[in-house]
């Protein structure tokens, strides 16, 4: 991303969730009320023109739906981490995240959002115009994950290794080197005690060197320059346990596309389909 930009890629996340928020309870995947506040008017509603045509989905099949299942899918992740006693989180890479504002249960907790300067600066304004201020409960930690140690901006910013907590890494890893990937691995293998969690997605390599022919990432990669923003990272398809143990973690699960499409597209939703190039996976810290 380039210095002083807001990401474009948050930007068009959150339009996303906004989208599926306006559907019908039982029909919608997720629900951020949040979202459509985190996005300028005009884009939205020039998003949602074209997504109610079906450009979306002719441009990228499945890629809306592996969205809306991604948010859905982390979001119960972390409840269930929230139940088993994580006592803060960690969204990294956080962009326009509105988890530390719609859940109810982190307001009770230490939330980190952990992003770089320029998109991070842009968020704190939209923040302070939706609540009319910070929430106290949430340590804002600027970072570029290339070139700074994850574990030094914590530290400054009162990070306890002694709790037990939950890392949130959405929609970041393909934009970064396999360094600074496995430094963000190994810092959370160290310093946070065993029951500690991480859940992340992550791109299949085949996806990202067009051995898999996808229409989105053609686009993507003709934007770079505009976004900064490139495709660098992913993990080998039915190898992420391995890659994950390695690294020090235990109780993997790989949510793959077929996984992700049978746990939440049925009833009304049946014919949705997602992306195959996209995967979830979640660990514990040994």
């Known amino acids: 991303m380039r210095k002083n930009q807001t990401s474009m890629t948050a930007i068009g996340i959150a339009i996303v969730r906004g989208i599926e928020s306006e559907k019908p309870e039982g029909e919608r995947i997720c629900y951020d009320p949040y979202a459509r506040q985190f996005t300028g008017g005009f884009l939205y509603n020039f998003v949602r023109f074209f997504d109610k045509l079906g450009y979306s989905e002719r441009k990228g099949p499945g890629v809306m739906g ?56 842009s968020k704190k304004e939209k923040v302070k115009r939706i609540f009319g201020e910070l929430p106290a409960h949430v340590t804002y930690v600027s970072i570029d994950f290339n070139l700074e140690s994850l574990e030094q901006r914590l530290t400054e910013s009162d990070y306890d290794k002694s709790l037990k907590t939950l890392f949130i890494w959405q929609g970041v890893t ?3 080197m396999p360094e600074a990937v496995d430094s963000t691995l190994a810092f959370i293998a160290r310093h946070s005690p065993a029951g500690s969690s991480v859940i992340f997605d992550y791109m299949y390599p ?44 235990i109780d993997v699960k790989d949510a793959d596309s077929k996984f992700l499409h049978d746990a939440y597209f049925h009833g009304k939703n049946a014919s949705r389909t997602v992306a195959h190039g996209y995967a979830i996976a979640s660990a514990m810290v040994k």
């Open 206 to 249: 085949t996806l990202l060197d067009g051995t898999i022919k996808r229409g989105e990432v053609n686009n993507m990669r003709s934007k770079r320059w505009a976004s900064g923003e490139m495709l660098v990272f992913g993990i080998p398809e039915g190898t992420a346990t391995a890659y994950l143990e390695q690294r020090g973690f």
């Open 66 to 121: 592996f969205l809306t299942v991604r948010e859905r899918h982390i979001d119960e992740f972390l409840k269930g981490q929230l139940q088993a006693g994580a006592g803060q989180v960690v969204i990294l890479g956080a962009g326009l995240d509105a988890r530390a504002y719609r859940f109810d249960e982190l307001k009770k907790i230490r939330v980190f959002e952990v992003d770089h300067p320029a998109s991070q600066a």
């Open 174 to 176: 393909q934009y970064l």
